[in-house]
């Protein structure tokens, strides 16, 4: 039954670790044909890539290193998964960064610029880069509902949402996530293109690279009180990809145990 959930291709950026790794597995577990990931860290994309080859050996998996705040690179690698694909009717952009962690009369504006380029610019190109394919697809039954001709799902945080101390780079980078979201599933949803975002809390990857003690401290001002795993952002991300979020466009999915709420 799982497997029947998603069918045909899927692209994943920032796909070598954390959620964008954890998506991966997922799109494969719940069906997808075709897999193209790309990250800046080529050695550890080719290692996820081959992990996913083994333990679902009838997936195409292709492995891309792209700098997602280079416009060049993204319009590159888009063209490359096009051609490499055909039909892309997944598209997930998850790359991104923290940005500084200071207070903004300490932040550089490099620092600044730096974290929109990657956040939000390098996500919008890939964007548009994916709806001017998805534009020249047909469309297709997803279900008994609806037809498609494709699926962006991105990755904002909860920081897209709300605000915190010392971080205003990140803040202003997923805010702006959110707003890319919104518009464009404002303007493509009569076209068949589904646009939503989701908006992690606190997870558990490699962009939260604290000790057990700190974390234990971080789980208990959520209200589940517990800090999340990768793959439950990822069920979040299938499920807004899958039918079963056919009447779903421009949503800010909050992923955060509950934080957002208190």
Not at 51 to 77: A, G, M, R, T
Request: glycine letters at 10%; one cysteine or more.
């Amino acid at each position: 039954m799982a497997a029947s959930l998603l069918r045909g291709n899927a692209y994943v950026s920032g796909a070598a670790s954390g959620i964008g790794r954890a998506t991966a597995f997922a799109l494969a577990r719940h069906g997808a044909n075709g897999l193209a990931l790309s990250d800046l860290n080529g050695q550890t994309l080719e290692n996820t890539g081959q992990e996913i080859q083994k333990e679902h050996p009838n997936v195409k998996v292709v492995c891309y290193i792209l700098d997602v705040s280079n416009e060049e690179s993204v319009v590159h690698v888009m063209s490359r998964v096009f051609k490499d694909f055909g039909r892309l009717t997944y598209a997930i952009n998850n790359a991104g960064i923290q940005g500084g962690i200071k207070p903004t009369v300490l932040v550089e504006a490099n620092i600044f610029q730096k974290a929109l380029d990657v956040n939000l610019v390098g996500l919008w190109i890939s964007q548009r880069e994916q709806l001017k394919h998805m534009l020249t697809q047909e469309l297709v039954d997803e279900g008994d509902h609806s037809k498609i001709r494709g699926v962006i799902v991105n990755t904002a945080s909860m920081a897209g949402l709300i605000a915190g101390e010392n971080v205003t780079p990140y803040i202003a980078s997923k805010h702006g996530v959110v707003g890319a979201t919104k518009g464009d599933a404002a303007t493509y949803a009569k076209d068949g293109i589904r646009i939503n975002c989701v908006c992690p809390g606190f997870i558990k990857t490699p962009m939260m690279p604290y000790d057990d003690a700190t974390l234990s401290t971080i789980a208990q001002m959520v209200p589940m009180k517990r800090i999340a795993a990768p793959e439950e952002v990822a069920s979040a991300i299938i499920f807004l990809a899958s039918p079963l979020s056919s009447y779903l466009s421009g949503v800010a999915l909050p992923i955060d145990g509950g934080f957002t709420t208190v």
